[in-house]
């Protein structure tokens, strides 16, 4: 014989399938929008590159740098994202979070702050990310830069190693703004209520495509 469901496990249920639905809502409603981002964000990157198209072919090897120079700029912020995400998540990092408090006739805003020691730490695990980073972004510039110039050298038999010093170049100017940009957007995303793991990996790609390719354009105004 099969029993009725008491009123406490209607109650459960109902809280359940509320509960469900507002983490699929909110879950869908960012990715949804941080893909849209992305989209735009592409088009974006791949307009500037047509329109500075003829200066970027005055460069000998230039488009063979180009992909493997976006791909960096996407892996090493994006895992600064990933690792900070991370962090927030699990307590290590720790942002003052704007707490709301819901009730019938009252929403009210307030800051729930964090300790000196806290704040010691984060600074710390910022610091260390930051250095990471960079360190990371010039070791890696001048790897692909080389490989760069061995290709046009080797196959196409043009002795351009300006090209190696462009690659560092452009990365160094690229990680300048890209890497306080990619933290103050990861820690705001955390501190308004959202999860920067829904958003920030494709929107931090896509800023860092545009801002690559504009890089690389300031790099060849530089050098030559």
Same mark, same amino acid.
């Given at each position: 014989?099969?029993?009725?469901?008491?009123?406490?496990? =209607?109650?459960?249920?109902?809280?359940?399938? *509320?509960a469900g639905f507002t983490l699929f809502d909110k879950d869908f409603k960012e990715i949804t929008v941080t893909q849209f981002v992305s989209l735009t964000g592409g088009l974006m990157a791949g307009t500037i590159l047509s329109t500075f198209?003829?200066?970027?072919?005055?460069?000998?090897?230039?488009?063979?740098?180009?992909?493997?120079?976006?791909?960096? /700029?996407?892996?090493?912020?994006?895992?600064?994202?990933?690792?900070?995400?991370?962090?927030?998540?699990?307590?290590d990092v720790k942002v003052a979070v704007n707490a709301i408090n819901?009730? /019938?006739?009252?929403?009210?805003?307030?800051?729930?702050e964090i300790s000196h020691k806290d704040k010691k730490k984060t600074r710390h695990i910022l610091f260390d990310n930051i250095v990471a980073s960079l360190l990371l972004g010039i070791f890696v510039s001048i790897i692909l830069g080389i490989?760069?110039?061995?290709?046009?050298?080797?196959?196409? =038999?043009i002795n351009n190693p300006e090209i190696i010093l462009l690659s560092v170049l452009a990365a160094t100017i690229a990680n300048i703004v890209m890497i306080p940009f990619t933290i103050y957007s990861t820690l705001w995303?955390? /501190?308004?209520?959202? *999860?920067? *793991?829904?958003?920030m990996g494709s929107y931090i790609t896509t800023v860092g495509d545009v801002v690559g390719v504009l890089s690389l354009i300031v790099g060849i105004v530089l050098l030559i």
């Open positions: 014989m099969i029993s009725e469901p008491t009123a406490d496990n =209607k109650e459960t249920n109902i809280a359940n399938k *509320d198209s003829n200066n970027l072919l005055i460069v000998p090897g230039l488009f063979v740098l180009y992909p493997g120079f976006l791909a960096l /700029k996407g892996e090493i912020h994006g895992s600064l994202c990933a690792r900070l995400s991370s962090a927030l998540h699990i307590g819901n009730g /019938k006739n009252n929403n009210t805003a307030s800051t729930r490989a760069a110039y061995a290709v046009v050298y080797f196959i196409f =038999k995303v955390y /501190k308004h209520g959202y *999860d920067p *793991d829904n958003i």
